[in-house]
């Protein structure tokens, strides 16, 4: 198991690496370019600095998040050909980088979504929140209000130029359904798995946040069974899972150690997302400290659950709270991402030690 955290680069992030290298037990960043419009290639002397600072200040780069999804491919149109051996050289460039799991996702229009990006717990700290009388305002104000609170931070996902046309892109997908979304996901799978077989890479689909449909859009990774689907879809090991626990739960119905040991054992999660999240009422919830008792769900049964069936991918705390007067990305502070890290780690050191 390699502990990672995510870093927005030395342009996007205002955390230095130099501070990750101080936190106990992380090895690593999990990185990303963004200054290549999705769609492109990734310039392998882009992909080739970006490590090389990273491994200057002695942490590994094996985790990308993400190569995003050009909408092209996802609404299945002729010009996905394109994009998608763009996609296939960037997977070819990232292997010769040493780069070993693309995270990636498959959802139409929002990569995520939240209500509140300044929610206040207790304790006084902010975090993310999510509840359902929030979105059912209209879609413009909805996507206004997530931009306008983002602290003059680019979101991940979010991409500002892109959903300044969103009534646009929701127009071109109101004829892909679920099913016309499935066929385009193995037709991009099937194009770009043969490439990571051969070079050595593992795709990893982040699933649906939330796991259900918003908007009326389709949604198709946000369960057990899309995801058995999806292996069997394109049975390789590199047709794999970034299993992200909060936005599994985020759903009730899901029982996330099933979920987690169950494709641990099928050797299909790569990359592990762990976080605590609080359900409010029904699907309203926030998001909680690592701790347990702050959160709805039980983090040493998640952590026994990747333990006990042989994980030995990345995994990385998630989204963390403002705390100690940080502000920043949302999601994305140093302290209480670093506080979450170390919990985890000692989940795993006792794990280990009780073997
Ligand atoms: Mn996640």
Known sequence: MQMTMRWFGPVEDKIPLEHI????GVEGVVGALYDVSVGDVWPKDKIKALADQVHGAGLKMEVIESVNIHDDIKLGVASRDQYIENYKQTIRHLAEISIKVIC?????????????????????????????KDIDKSLDEVVKEVLENSNGFALPGWEPERLAKVQELFAKYKDVDDEKLRENLVYFLKAVIPVCEEVGIKMAI??????????GLPRIIKNRDDLDWLCNAVDSEANGITLCTGSIAEEPANDVYDILAEFTRRK??????????KIIKDKDFYESAHLSPYGSLDMFKVMKALHDNGFDGYIRPDHGRFIW???GRPGYGLYD???????????????????
Request: glycine content about 6%.
């Open 325 to 327: 007067g940080e502000t």
């Open 268 to 277: 299909r999660i790569h990359f592990a997302h762990v976080r605590n999240i």
């Open 21 to 24: 290298r101080q936190v106990p």
């Open 104 to 132: 990636y996702n498959f959802m139409p229009v929002f990569d995520w979504m939240k209500t509140d990006m300044n929610y206040v717990l207790p304790d006084g700290s902010l975090t993310m929140a999510f509840e359902k």
């Open 337 to 355: 991402r670093a506080l979450g890290a170390n919990y985890l780690l000692g989940l795993w050191e006792a794990l280990e030690k009780q073997r």
């Open 206 to 215: 982040h699933p649906d946040d939330p796991p259900y449909s918003i908007f």
